[in-house]
């Protein structure tokens, strides 16, 4: 065992054994670095990452490899799910070094944590132009021993390039329709129109994007950006990106076709693509998304739900594929022959045919992807019921993928606002439950009692690191939604406190931009500050997106300004780079629609309530936020001044402090909350 043994990361834990001397990041390890006068091996990397395993395996397992490093180095394990900001700052010196980034990161860097040598997967033997791991070592440690001044100066020079690398800010002025337009059009041209998504190998689920999308369909009616939605949507869904038997989605498709899929489900893409089919099945009523937002959903309670409450962070990619090799995949994929063993000949041919399965194969070793390829035979409906029941159970007796079991804040966030979402629009409370629940223990186990955010937790225990920009917005988000579908105040009341701080410690008072790191955190060598979308949300753009709905929920001048200000990024990269400010461009439409503030007062027992609570939340109008409670109800500020109209349930809508007259027909509220804002 060496120090990681007791840490709660899952990934640390998996290199508890290693015959590596591994530090955990702590001024400890960078103390005995200037005490032995040795450079500093980063290593970062997250549990369901199958290069950080094929390394691990090649490597850090190997004695002699460790030996070497024990002498010469001291090592530093970092999980970056943990600490993101020192990996968003490594990561970036790295790609300013080589161009490219990604994980495993292997960094090293003096005593004082200043980078000088970079790189990502070193194999243990020369292959493909690439020099070995050893080679790498012993190439540091004799520049490290021999050429100290050159070191320390490259090191130096690096240190200083980051602390000089100040984004520009962009525009004070919030983007407008021009902005936004310029973004549909950057998106378009970059659309593959024959399979969905933008760009090309590999693809990955735009989520973000998607939202825009459609909250500028909702608000200018364009029908090619709900249609660039809709294709996109379809296409991930018959493909092998999406779990055609337990629901959920891999991380990303290896190939244009969405067939291959790298195949670890995060928690954060089925958070987000939940709520992105649940939103689709909003705007046009297609039974497709409803059906992917309700397995997915129930792929998160089911899978990665917690015994504590909480969501777990990932699905490994790999798993026993029954002869003791560690094998990506391995748990989904199915031969002829396998399907004959579990349905029989006649069914397993039916299945072939519409789950695509072939002799040749669509993955390794004549295997194949679950996909739907678009046919024109009809199926039996009860017969494919038959069948995917059967293969479900089949699968569940192989090995299953191992389970990153750590809990963290931001992406518990994206969850709760998904499931409350989802279970409000299909009448599924259990959902919103499991929602309540993994909000109950953020507040419980996450906020301390200044309301200060804990990044992870694992089994029931807090991680000692702080929380960063996106876990004080994704979990404020996640609370604001609980907010418009419980009606409970207390939903906004915590997700006020967690803004409040983000106003306090993540925002520079002069020009609004917005930092990853608190005022506070940790010091490195640089504070980190990246407003661009990537996997999941910026922490710049989800924060935007918590104060803009603060404040139209509590009518708070100081969050709608914040989040105006944060805008202005928007504005300065949403024409440029649309694909990677998703979020902030959806942002940015309910922004310009207002966003409409709804308040529906009467009993919640009325079914007259219910059918205007319903119809409130189901309108497309962008970022629409919802308050539901009794007249003259002190739980949330929306229903203040709003009495029932002749006795009778009524909702109220206002927007730029505008009111329209108050109704109680909820075909009326459907009306004005899907209409357009010309």
Request: net charge negative.
């Amino acid at each position: 065992m060496n120090r990681l043994a007791h840490e709660t990361s899952p990934y640390l834990l998996q290199h508890a054994d290693n015959p590596v001397d591994w530090w955990p990041w702590s001024a400890e390890a960078f103390d005995e670095a200037r005490r032995s006068n040795r450079p500093v091996l980063l290593s970062v990397g997250y549990s369901s990452c199958h290069w950080c395993h094929v390394m691990a395996h090649e490597s850090f397992e190997d004695e002699a490899t460790a030996a070497y490093l024990n002498e010469r180095f001291v090592s530093v394990k970092v999980d970056r799910e943990e600490r993101p900001d020192v990996d968003a700052v490594y990561m970036e010196a790295v790609q300013a070094a080589t161009g490219q980034g990604g994980w495993p990161m292997t960094v090293f860097l003096t005593p004082d944590a200043e980078p000088f040598y970079f790189g990502t997967y070193f194999p243990p033997e020369p292959r493909h132009g690439m020099a070995s791991f050893r080679q790498v070592l012993e190439g540091v440690s004799t520049a490290w021993n021999d050429r100290r001044d050159e070191v320390a100066e490259v090191a130096g020079k690096i240190t200083r390039d980051l602390a000089e690398r100040e984004m520009s800010f962009g525009d004070s002025r919030v983007p407008g329709e021009e902005e936004l337009a310029g973004a549909l059009l950057g998106l378009t041209r970059d659309y593959d129109a024959a399979r969905g998504g933008f760009g090309g190998a590999p693809k990955f689920p735009p989520s973000m994007v998607i939202e825009f999308l459609l909250r500028h369909h909702a608000r200018t009616g364009s029908e090619g950006a709900l249609q660039m939605a809709v294709d996109t949507c379809e296409r991930m869904a018959r493909g092998g990106l999406y779990d055609q038997l337990g629901g959920g989605f891999a991380r990303y498709s290896v190939d244009r076709d969405w067939v291959v899929p790298h195949f670890e489900k995060m928690l954060y893409d089925n958070a987000l693509l939940c709520r992105v089919y649940a939103h689709l099945w909003r705007s046009t009523g297609s039974e497709l998304a409803r059906r992917v937002a309700l397995e997915t959903a129930d792929f998160l309670v089911r899978e990665l739900r917690t015994d504590e409450g909480g969501f777990a962070s990932a699905l490994d990619a790999d798993s026993d594929d029954g002869t003791g090799r560690h094998v990506e995949g391995a748990y989904y994929v199915w031969t002829p022959a396998q399907l004959r063993e579990v349905l029989g000949d006649a069914d397993a041919e039916f299945a072939a045919r519409y789950f695509g399965v072939t002799e040749e194969g669509t993955f390794e070793e004549g295997a194949s992807v679950l996909q739907l390829p678009q046919q024109e035979e009809v199926f039996d409906a009860e017969r494919l019921a038959s069948v995917r029941e059967r293969l479900l159970a089949a699968r569940a007796g192989r090995p299953a993928p191992g389970r990153d079991d750590k809990v963290v804040a931001a992406w518990n966030g994206l969850a709760v606002a998904a499931l409350a979402e989802t279970g409000a629009y299909f009448g599924r409370p259990d959902l919103v439950e499991a929602a309540i629940g993994a909000a109950d223990l953020l507040v419980r186990l996450h906020m301390d009692d200044r309301a200060r955010l804990a990044r992870t937790s694992k089994d029931g225990r807090a991680g000692a690191h702080a929380g960063v920009l996106e876990d004080y917005a994704d979990v404020a988000e996640g609370f604001l939604a609980l907010t418009s579908v419980t009606g409970e105040g207390v939903w906004l009341e915590f997700a006020g406190f967690l803004l409040d701080h983000v106003l306090a410690q993540f925002t520079d008072a002069e020009s609004g931009a917005l930092y990853d790191t608190a005022a506070d955190a940790e010091r490195l060598i640089r504070r980190p500050q990246d407003p661009t979308d990537n996997a999941t949300p910026s922490g710049w753009s989800a924060a935007a997106g918590a104060l803009l709905s603060y404040g139209a929920q509590t009518g708070a001048e100081p969050h709608r300004t914040a989040a105006e200000r944060a805008l202005g990024v928007v504005k300065a990269l949403g024409p440029r780079a649309p694909r990677f400010i998703g979020w902030g461009l959806a942002v940015a439409e309910a922004l310009l629609d207002g966003p409409r503030e709804v308040a529906v007062v009467g009993e919640g027992s009325d079914p007259a309530t219910t059918a205007l609570r319903r119809a409130a939340l189901l309108g497309t109008a962008p970022g629409a936020v919802v308050a539901v409670g009794v007249p003259e109800s002190e739980e949330l500020p929306l229903l203040a001044g709003r009495p029932l109209v002749d006795g009778k349930p009524a909702a109220y809508v206002c927007r730029n402090f505008v009111c329209d007259v108050p109704t109680t027909d909820p075909d009326r509220l459907r009306a004005v909350l899907n209409g357009r804002n010309a």
